[in-house]
């Protein structure tokens, strides 16, 4: 009979996320940083162009023109914390009553200089440790989804308060990809740092999550993205990030817009009425023809401006683009882009499993 309450209560509130805050790395590692790099392909031989030429046409691929590396003294961890504080500050909640911490990353802690993970314990128990939370009611765990993690981190938080089992969840996406990342690999300039962290909770009022979706193809995909040795054949056998661009490409152009249409159709709300699409940060042509994909489902073309951006200066810190982003648009802090309430938004990303999820919000 409590329970049926309690479920009761919830079930007459909305899940709306009611706060937001981001740790991004103060160093800025430009383009040009990159020149003195000895790029190899794949059997370790010299790649024939010259630095700057190879350089300019990631740029035209990728948009990225900057990206940042967490300082040598902070792990990600340290970084998720950050994070965490601005946004428990954000929602002007007690931290003590938090039901869960969910923490998306990929590799752990690594300290500078090195390429070990540290995962032992969770890097969730360590922001709780951080947050200095007395409460051993508050479960804090880590999922490894890839690139989707923290969209996925959203969608269970949601779960957890629509059970009944949670109220408040903090969920985290953060990754110092820098640290994991071969010299001699031209994917190499990709890579950044940076934490994003929400507060999820049932509000009788406020923004409220609309519908979701998830996918993991592993049949074929498995493999897309994976740990591998070294370009530089002479050196040591270290395992770096790595991955099969151009199949990564061709998969997230199908399967995110079909992720997007059905999590949208779910959520009966008009395409019409569809604000903003945050994006993971993933590569700016790729993100840009899967949007174009998405709209082409509905015969439709992308309306202007509905695509907020900054993967130009800060590069692909993988679990933490969405939220990094969500959060700067939110506190007005990126050009030319708002949210205001009653907005529908969808969040979407594709990455490592490979995984494809979306979640369609109203602010």
């Known amino acids: 009979m409590v329970l049926s309450n309690i479920l009761f209560q919830i079930n007459d509130m909305k899940i709306a996320i009611t706060g937001t805050g981001s740790y991004i790395p103060s160093k800025v590692i430009t383009n040009k940083d990159f020149e003195e790099h000895h790029f190899l392909n794949v059997d370790g031989s010299s790649i024939k162009h010259e630095n700057t030429v190879i350089i300019d046409k990631f740029r035209a691929i990728t948009g990225i023109e900057e990206r940042r590396y967490a300082d040598k003294n902070l792990k990600t961890s340290d970084m998720a914390f950050l994070a965490a504080e601005k946004a428990i500050a954000n929602a002007g909640i007690d931290k003590?009553?938090?039901?869960?911490?969910?923490?998306?990353?990929?590799?752990?802690?690594?300290?500078?200089?090195?390429?070990?993970?540290?995962?032992?314990?969770s890097l969730a128990t360590r922001v709780k440790h951080h947050l200095r939370i007395k409460n051993p009611r508050c479960v804090a765990?880590?999922?490894?989804?890839?690139?989707?993690?923290?969209?996925?981190?959203?969608?269970?938080?949601?779960?957890?308060?629509?059970?009944?089992?949670?109220?408040?969840?903090?969920?985290?996406?953060?990754?110092?990809?820098?640290?994991i990342t071969d010299r001699n690999d031209r994917d190499s300039m990709i890579y950044a740092d940076g934490a994003g962290a929400t507060v999820v909770?049932?509000?009788?009022?406020?923004?409220?999550?609309?519908?979701?979706?998830?996918?993991?193809?592993?049949?074929?995909?498995?493999?897309?993205?994976?740990?591998?040795?070294?370009?530089?054949?002479?050196?040591?056998?270290?395992?770096?990030?790595?991955?099969?661009?151009r199949k990564i490409y061709e998969f997230a152009l199908t399967k995110v817009?079909?992720?997007?249409?059905?999590?949208?159709?779910?959520?009966?709300?008009?395409?019409?009425?569809?604000?903003?699409?945050?994006?993971?940060?993933?590569?700016?042509?790729?993100?840009?023809?899967?949007?174009?994909?998405?709209?082409?489902?509905?015969?439709?073309?992308?309306p202007e401006g509905?695509?907020?951006?900054?993967?130009?200066?800060?590069?692909?810190?993988?679990?933490?683009?969405?939220?990094?982003?969500?959060?700067?648009?939110?506190?007005?802090?990126?050009?030319?882009?708002?949210?205001?309430?009653?907005?529908?938004?969808?969040?979407a990303s594709v990455g490592a499993g490979m995984n494809v999820n979306a979640i369609v919000y109203q602010v």
């Open 96 to 121: 003590e009553e938090l039901d869960y911490i969910i923490f998306a990353h990929n590799f752990g802690d690594v300290t500078y200089g090195q390429t070990q993970s540290d995962l032992l314990p």
């Open 306 to 347: 509905v695509m907020p951006m900054n993967i130009s200066k800060f590069g692909n810190s993988s679990v933490a683009t969405i939220p990094t982003l969500f959060d700067m648009v939110r506190n007005g802090k990126l050009k030319d882009h708002r949210i205001q309430t009653g907005d529908v938004i969808i969040f």
């Open 201 to 245: 909770e049932a509000k009788k009022d406020g923004g409220q999550i609309l519908a979701h979706a998830t996918a993991t193809y592993s049949f074929d995909e498995a493999f897309f993205l994976f740990y591998g040795e070294t370009y530089n054949q002479k050196k040591e056998d270290t395992k770096y990030i790595k991955m099969h661009g």
């Open 257 to 302: 817009p079909e992720a997007m249409k059905q999590c949208l159709e779910e959520s009966n709300v008009e395409i019409s009425k569809l604000k903003k699409i945050f994006i993971h940060q993933a590569n700016e042509k790729m993100d840009e023809a899967i949007i174009q994909r998405f709209y082409k489902l509905h015969q439709l073309e992308v």
């Open 141 to 179: 765990y880590d999922i490894i989804f890839g690139c989707p993690g923290w969209v996925e981190g959203v969608i269970q938080a949601n779960a957890f308060i629509k059970s009944g089992l949670a109220k408040k969840c903090l969920v985290i996406g953060a990754d110092t990809l820098s640290r």
